[in-house]
């Protein structure tokens, strides 16, 4: 008799233990699970909605339905790639959280003015934009994209910024090299400004 109430004993002290285990990670605790977080670390899983954390490496889902990629490089840089075009994001380290909704995922970035700037259009936009402004066919060697922060004041904003190098003939005759840069707001998808030397006009795009 007394052994088998050792047994029970021992088996309510198991389930008990169990129980406590299992009940300590669900939702509304307060406690995290850190091998669940680190699973879902660069998915955006694991946030409630709402919740805006520092955006991490990883594959996303924005709210069009396409794919996000986040990822280091070698040189330590953080790449930012949508819809097959990549871009350097500097800002994306420090200055950029995600936000969870319906199994999607918005970025902010966190302006030095104290606002937060919601990126609405991505890259293969923004850089469909600015090459067809500075009448470019595509972005090679010579040319660069980026997402940073652009302005002074309270007058930031998040930007793509494309800088490159255009071979032209001033007055159909005579080579240069014209350096442009473009700015499109990452938030409106707006032209923000455009700067080409002042002889442009005078120069047509080289074969």
Same mark, same amino acid.
């Given at each position: 008799?007394?052994?088998?109430?050792?047994?029970?004993?021992?088996?309510?002290?198991?389930?008990?233990?169990?129980?406590?285990? #299992?009940?300590?990670?669900?939702?509304?605790?307060?406690?995290?699970?850190?091998?669940?977080?680190?699973?879902? +670390?660069?998915?955006?899983?694991?946030?409630?909605?709402?919740?805006?954390?520092?955006?991490?490496?990883?594959?996303?889902?924005?709210?069009?339905?396409?794919?996000?990629?986040?990822?280091?490089?070698?040189?330590?840089?953080?790449?930012?790639?949508?819809?097959?075009?990549?871009?350097?994001?500097?800002?994306?380290?420090?200055?950029?959280?995600?936000?969870?909704?319906?199994?999607?995922?918005?970025?902010?970035?966190?302006? #030095?003015?104290?606002?937060?700037?919601?990126?609405?259009?991505?890259?293969?936009?923004?850089?469909?934009?600015?090459?067809? +402004?500075?009448?470019?066919?595509?972005?090679?060697?010579?040319?660069?994209?980026?997402?940073?922060?652009?302005?002074?004041?309270?007058?930031?904003?998040?930007?793509?910024?494309?800088?490159?190098?255009?071979?032209?003939?001033?007055?159909?005759?005579?080579?240069?090299?014209?350096?442009?840069?473009?700015?499109?707001?990452?938030?409106?998808?707006?032209?923000?400004?455009?700067?080409?030397?002042?002889?442009?006009?005078?120069?047509?795009?080289?074969?």
């Amino acid at each position: 008799m007394k052994k088998i109430m050792s047994l029970l004993v021992v088996m309510v002290l198991f389930c008990s233990v169990a129980l406590a285990q #299992r009940g300590i990670h669900e939702p509304g605790t307060g406690i995290e699970n850190s091998e669940l977080r680190e699973a879902a +670390r660069g998915t955006g899983q694991g946030l409630a909605a709402g919740q805006r954390v520092r955006v991490q490496e990883g594959t996303f889902t924005n709210k069009y339905g396409q794919r996000m990629m986040l990822n280091r490089q070698a040189n330590n840089r953080i790449h930012f790639e949508v819809g097959g075009v990549s871009v350097e994001c500097p800002i994306c380290g420090q200055n950029v959280t995600e936000e969870r909704f319906q199994n999607r995922t918005r970025l902010y970035a966190n302006l #030095r003015s104290g606002r937060d700037a919601e990126i609405k259009v991505m890259p293969d936009t923004a850089s469909e934009t600015a090459l067809q +402004r500075l009448r470019l066919r595509n972005c090679d060697e010579n040319c660069t994209i980026e997402l940073r922060e652009v302005g002074a004041g309270n007058r930031t904003m998040a930007a793509y910024e494309v800088r490159a190098q255009r071979n032209s003939r001033v007055f159909g005759l005579f080579r240069a090299r014209m350096n442009v840069q473009a700015q499109v707001d990452a938030e409106t998808g707006e032209m923000i400004q455009v700067r080409k030397p002042w002889w442009a006009f005078l120069a047509t795009e080289a074969e």
